[in-house]
């Protein structure tokens, strides 16, 4: 009987992935990683994650499963490698993406080599994305998921082949609501949960507070420019802005106005009309291919740069180690730190994090 751990979050998707592999017959046990600690977790959190009551849904869930559930403490990787980053990033003026940080390093690295060491083959996880084999080539592919609106293969991209061949979305062929409506009629305790919508360590949304808190500084202020360098306004500190923002900026115009680029080392902004922040070719480094094992020519395809965006026609290529994907059509808030993630149709080419533009 093949042996799966199930990433289990708290939440009605990771308990439905749990039932449904119990179901499919293999020896399954829930485990809930424990990254973050703060007092705020010892409250209920509606819209976070990884509280101490997500945790005690888990071990309820797999109690009702039947299935043992263990807890696993990466809090010092998580701190080292998700949370410092995201810190820095932010710091550095970049726009920093800690799921796609914690998919890489937590889930599937940290979560995937304890697994293997227990003797387990799977570790499966609540992610709406599919994995299936291409004959042709015999590699594994990522695919987006049935349900379009909840599809996670954006964060997915940096999966390896050995990754994949050891990884289980049995919810990637599911509709968000088929996985409530499975959890509901088998009594689950979190059916009706509400979904996290922040960071998980930023629980109330107040990003720059949490970092304040964590550093001990306090940001300080500084220039907003225009493209021409003149000063325009001040700014609350660096930390508060990403590339393409437009709300929020305090600045009186007969224009919108949006965040074109951020100089940490001199402490301003520079701010633009839409026209100057559009973007064209976007450049990526730390790139992983999925679908093929090197792009050796260009090649045409869809390519998306944040999380909750349609992606658009591109071509793509590779300069050295860098990957180069120039738009049909130039784009807004291109934001270094972000990832670029290409597309053929619903499979995953690959993807790299954004390190320039132009």
Same mark, same amino acid.
């Given at each position: 009987?093949?042996?799966?751990?199930?990433?289990?979050?708290?939440?009605v998707?990771?308990?439905?992935?749990?039932?449904?592999?119990?179901?499919?017959?293999?020896?399954?046990?829930?485990a809930?990683?424990?990254?973050?600690?703060?007092?705020?977790?010892?409250?209920?959190?509606p819209?976070g994650?990884?509280?101490?009551?997500?945790?005690?849904?888990?071990?309820?869930?797999?109690?009702?499963?039947?299935?043992?559930?263990?807890?696993?403490?990466?809090?010092k990787?998580?701190?080292?490698?998700?949370?410092?980053?995201?810190?820095?990033?932010?710091?550095?003026?970049?726009?920093?993406n800690?799921c796609?940080?914690?998919?890489?390093?937590?889930?599937?690295?940290?979560?995937?080599?304890?697994?293997?060491?227990?003797?387990?083959?799977?570790v499966?996880?609540g992610?709406?994305?599919?994995?299936?084999?291409?004959?042709?080539?015999?590699?594994?592919?990522?695919?987006?998921?049935?349900?379009?609106?909840?599809?996670?293969?954006?964060?997915?991209?940096m999966?390896?082949?050995?990754?994949?061949?050891?990884?289980?979305?049995?919810?990637?062929?599911?509709?968000?609501?088929?996985?409530?409506?499975?959890?509901?009629?088998?009594?689950?305790?979190?059916?009706?949960?509400?979904?996290?919508?922040d960071?998980c360590?930023?629980?109330d949304?107040?990003?720059?507070?949490?970092?304040?808190?964590?550093?001990?500084?306090?940001?300080?202020?500084?220039?907003?420019?225009?493209?021409?360098?003149?000063?325009?306004?001040?700014?609350?500190?660096?930390?508060?802005?990403?590339?393409?923002q437009?709300?929020?900026?305090?600045?009186?115009?007969?224009?919108?106005?949006?965040?074109?680029?951020?100089?940490?080392?001199?402490?301003t902004?520079? #701010?633009?009309?839409?026209?100057?922040v559009?973007?064209q070719? #976007?450049?990526?480094e730390?790139?992983?291919?999925i679908?093929?094992?090197?792009?050796?020519?260009?090649?045409?395809?869809?390519?998306?740069?944040?999380?909750?965006?349609?992606e658009?026609?591109a071509?793509?290529?590779?300069?050295g180690?860098?990957?180069v994907v120039?738009?049909?059509?130039?784009?807004?808030? #291109?934001?270094?730190?972000q990832?670029?993630?290409?597309?053929?149709?619903?499979?995953?080419?690959?993807?790299?994090?954004?390190?320039?533009?132009?």
């Amino acid at each position: 009987m093949k042996k799966a751990m199930i990433a289990m979050s708290g939440g009605v998707d990771s308990s439905v992935a749990a039932y449904l592999m119990k179901k499919e017959g293999f020896d399954c046990v829930g485990a809930t990683m424990r990254l973050y600690r703060s007092p705020v977790f010892r409250q209920k959190n509606p819209r976070g994650c990884c509280s101490d009551q997500d945790e005690e849904d888990a071990a309820f869930v797999c109690y009702q499963l039947g299935i043992p559930h263990e807890s696993v403490c990466f809090t010092k990787q998580f701190e080292e490698q998700v949370i410092r980053k995201f810190i820095s990033d932010y710091e550095s003026g970049l726009t920093p993406n800690p799921c796609i940080d914690c998919n890489r390093t937590m889930k599937f690295r940290a979560l995937l080599e304890y697994a293997e060491e227990k003797g387990f083959d799977f570790v499966v996880t609540g992610h709406y994305a599919r994995i299936c084999s291409d004959e042709r080539s015999g590699r594994l592919l990522l695919r987006k998921a049935i349900d379009e609106s909840k599809d996670q293969s954006y964060v997915l991209y940096m999966l390896s082949q050995d990754q994949l061949a050891h990884v289980y979305f049995p919810l990637g062929d599911l509709h968000k609501t088929e996985v409530r409506r499975i959890g509901e009629e088998n009594g689950l305790v979190n059916a009706s949960k509400r979904e996290s919508q922040d960071i998980c360590f930023v629980p109330d949304g107040d990003y720059v507070k949490f970092m304040e808190e964590y550093t001990g500084r306090k940001y300080e202020e500084g220039d907003f420019l225009d493209t021409d360098g003149n000063k325009i306004g001040r700014h609350k500190g660096i930390v508060h802005y990403t590339i393409g923002q437009r709300k929020g900026l305090g600045i009186s115009a007969p224009h919108p106005l949006y965040v074109a680029a951020i100089d940490a080392k001199k402490n301003t902004v520079t #701010v633009a009309e839409k026209n100057d922040v559009l973007k064209q070719t #976007v450049y990526a480094e730390k790139v992983n291919f999925i679908a093929v094992d090197e792009l050796k020519d260009e090649m045409r395809i869809k390519a998306r740069i944040r999380y909750n965006e349609k992606e658009k026609p591109a071509s793509a290529r590779m300069e050295g180690d860098r990957l180069v994907v120039r738009f049909d059509e130039p784009r807004s808030g #291109v934001a270094v730190g972000q990832s670029v993630v290409l597309y053929d149709g619903d499979i995953v080419v690959g993807g790299g994090v954004i390190c320039g533009s132009e």
